[in-house]
């Protein structure tokens, strides 16, 4: 849609008739007949924000997820600089026409039939899992109210109850990246690190925040792409929990939060973040290689603290990773301002 508003007629401009796209790059626009105090801009910023805040929340509301809500006290780029078409995906994967969405074939999928899933040694659906605690017993990833369990060795797949089994829903403690995300979101513009993401309660350690969302390429494709693009893929490890890593990169996927995705895509990096990802399935099965990637509260967050994850969790643990080292190709300076700074950020992997 063509906008002209340097004539400052704005009574004929009904924001109903325009969609997200026609705002995005769209930052000064002032107009003599607004009064000084309230610039054409101010007005440009809110209806802008206000648009794709209820396009979002509407997606959102509708899988009963809780509220995001957009601010920005740092400049006045009224939202995010998100692609033209960007599609809001609160959960779950799309698949572009080349790639299929995994069969569910029933007899793949292990079923429990407990009455509340206490007991993981003793919970069929956790037959293949075989993660165990500091006393020999198995464990399941959550601790009975839900939050996660740190024990469960990072890198392992979290099988959770699927839609075969009989527990009842709402009293199993083995289903909750797939509940809907209960925490308020704030999407913000931080100093220097683009948008980034908050929330306006405070956030307890173990908390499950919600999962990266997006289309499904395979990796080849994620390998295929410029810089920019691929910071918003991650990359899915599907089979690691069998020790056996996918073939090639045909049969590896990644996910892409450049065109569709959730607020997720704005997480930002930090070499000492308070977000930990780990992969999950329960409308696959982990030899698919197609988990969810969700995100528990590694400490205590406060409201209004950035939400961060580490891009390259594989860095932190080299023995160098407390020193700022030379930049990995196609990094870009890190400004987490952590005193752990490793000095750069990698693309998600
Ligand atoms: C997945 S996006 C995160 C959202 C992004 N900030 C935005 O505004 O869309 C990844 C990009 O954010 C920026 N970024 C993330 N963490 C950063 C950090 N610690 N320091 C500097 N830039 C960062 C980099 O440009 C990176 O390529
Ligand atoms: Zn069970
Ligand atoms: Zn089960
Ligand atoms: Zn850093």
Redesign the pocket.
Known sequence: MQMDVDDGDVSGWDENDMDVDDFVGVKHRRSNMISPSVSMMDVDVGRARNLLTSQWNDIAQASGAAEITIVNEVDDEAI??IPEGFVYVESGYTYPPELKPPEIIDDLFLRCDCASCMDASSCECQDLVSVMDSLGRKIYAYHKNGFYNFEYPQGSIVVECNKFCKCPTNHCRNRVAQKPRDIPIQVFK?L?????VCSTTLIRKGKVLGMYGGTIITRAHAESLDE?AK??CFDLDGQEMMNEGPTDNSESYSVDGRTCGNWT??????CSPNLQAYQVVYDTIPEMNRPYIAFAALRQIDPREELTIDYDPAGAIQPTANRKSKAPSGA?????ASKKCRGW?KS?S
């Open positions: 995010p600089p931080t220097g690190r683009g948008w980034g920019e910071s918003y895509r704005f997480l930002n990096h930090s870009t300076p890190c400004r987490c950020v998600i």
